[in-house]
């Protein structure tokens, strides 16, 4: 395990979980990457490298550094039923009061066209008493009426965060309905120009609304995805989508993979606290380093799983097959970036079969957690298809996994889904009614995961 600590950075640790050892002619190496952050959110101040630390930096959660941009669905949806708006708004209301003081902020009103109603006129507001009381106020004014083209909402949130200098730069969208006005290609266009720009937690409420659509922008971006099937149950969720956001300190952090000549990356994939395919996000930064992105932290602990291909070779010969470091750009390209924190994976081989042919524990339930991931989804696309033996047998093997590996809140979820006639085989039966509610709730949760008991 290394570390980085310095007066007003948050630390950052690395620690690798992994079997080292190889048998003769063995090339596949895997490891957890665990990297926590502590000492950030709301109990530390960071100033990104080439700048000054601002006026707020000792102010908790350093609040004068971050932006944040809440697109609210008013299309005409949102008026069936009319208390679907009022929660809306009532709950966006919520979010601007958990605003830390110095905070800018602005509220996009979405519908086939995005419109910043406050402050207005492509401004951010510095979140205080007068502001928050002004920005509740136009959002007593919002109405329901027209479309849903998310990719402008998204751009128009783009376009306001740009112009604030703030190192944590952050949206929560809420829809209700799919994306009809706008094509799905202009949408993906959309998300493109936004990755790596900031963060967005985004919200499905009621069930009108389409799962994939909602997750890939969170997956995008960076954020949560979830549904809020009970549009009453919204002020809550967007109170602590908001207090999750005020609590980060640090934004643009990557994993930066170095690996010797002759080695090949297979995947690089986020598995905890959910499961997110990095791999194809990779950005060069030296002839043998890649970065991937993480994007904002708090505090807090996130686990990623890294595999490689490395070269064949002899009992007794040993490598480093990668070194993953925690890196923070210098955002004006002057300086180096720090690094923050970093580990090292490692290739020993062996004639040992006991050794060479153990598996480690994170590595292993980290790998059920991404097959259950899978099979969900593909459980879920049979049976819509129907296809319901291989609905059957996906789902099965899903409540086989989550038994095994404690997933119990995924397990609950399943069995709104299936029978569970024996978990421990993943023996089940399709429920014939299924509330869609329940399907949506547990296709957006489905890449949820559990750490590994200890």
């Known amino acids: 395990m290394a570390n980085f600590s310095k007066s007003n950075v948050p630390q950052f640790s690395v620690e690798v979980y992994q079997n080292e050892f190889l048998p003769e002619g063995g090339r596949e190496v895997n490891a957890i990457v665990t990297v926590t952050s502590t000492g950030g959110g709301t109990t530390g101040g960071v100033p990104l490298p080439g700048t000054a630390p601002s006026a707020a930096a000792d102010a908790p959660g350093r609040a004068a550094d971050a932006a944040v941009v809440l697109m609210v669905d008013c299309s005409g949806s949102m008026d069936y039923p009319p208390t679907k708006m009022r929660n809306a708004r009532d709950a966006t209301a ?32 510095v979140a205080d008493a007068g502001t928050k009381a002004q920005a509740k106020e136009a959002l007593r004014r919002l109405s329901a009426g027209g479309g849903t083209a998310i990719g402008s909402w998204l751009r128009l949130a783009d376009r306001l965060l ?33 990755a790596g720009r900031f963060t967005c937690d985004a919200r499905g409420v009621g069930t009108d609304w389409d799962v994939k659509e909602v997750t ?66 990779r950005t060069e930064a030296s002839p043998r380093a890649g970065d991937y992105p993480t994007g904002s932290w708090g505090d807090e602990s996130r686990d990623y799983h890294v595999c490689v291909r490395v070269p064949e070779a002899g009992i007794g010969r040993e490598m480093l097959a990668a070194r993953a470091s925690l890196i923070l750009p210098d955002p004006t390209g002057a300086a180096a970036p720090q690094v923050l924190s970093q ?49 059957t047998a996906k789902l099965g093997r899903a409540v086989q996994l989550a038994s095994a590996s404690g997933n119990e809140e995924t397990a609950k979820l399943l069995s709104k889904v299936v029978d ?35």
């Open 216 to 281: 890939s922008v969170a997956s995008a971006l960076l954020g949560t995805a979830d549904i809020v099937a009970d549009p009453s149950h919204l002020a809550a969720d967007f109170t602590r989508m908001m207090e999750n956001a005020m609590g980060k300190e640090v934004a643009d952090v990557a994993l930066r993979l170095w690996t010797p000549v002759g080695v090949e990356i297979r995947f690089v994939k986020q598995v905890a606290p959910t499961v997110e395919d990095l791999t194809g996000r």
């Open 343 to 391: 580990g090292l994976v490692r290739a020993v081989w062996t004639d040992d079969m006991v050794a060479s042919t153990s598996i480690n524990p994170q590595v292993a339930h980290y790998t059920g957690q991404a097959e259950l991931a899978q099979v969900i989804q593909q459980g879920l696309d049979a049976r819509k298809s129907g296809d319901f033996d291989g609905a």
């Open 420 to 454: 569970v006639v024996d978990a421990a085989t993943g023996t089940v039966r399709l429920k014939a009614k299924v509330a869609e509610a329940d399907e949506m709730t547990l296709e957006t949760r489905s890449t949820k995961t559990v750490r590994v008991k200890k």
């Open 94 to 125: 919520a979010a601007v009061d958990t605003l830390r003081e110095g905070t800018r902020f602005a509220v996009v009103a979405g519908t086939h066209v995005a419109k910043d109603v406050y402050p207005g006129n492509g401004r951010l507001a």
């Open 162 to 194: 740009s112009a604030a200098d703030a190192g944590i730069r952050h949206g929560i969208l809420l829809t209700d309905g799919r994306n009809e006005h706008e094509a799905p290609e202009e949408l993906r266009a959309a998300l493109d120009a936004c």
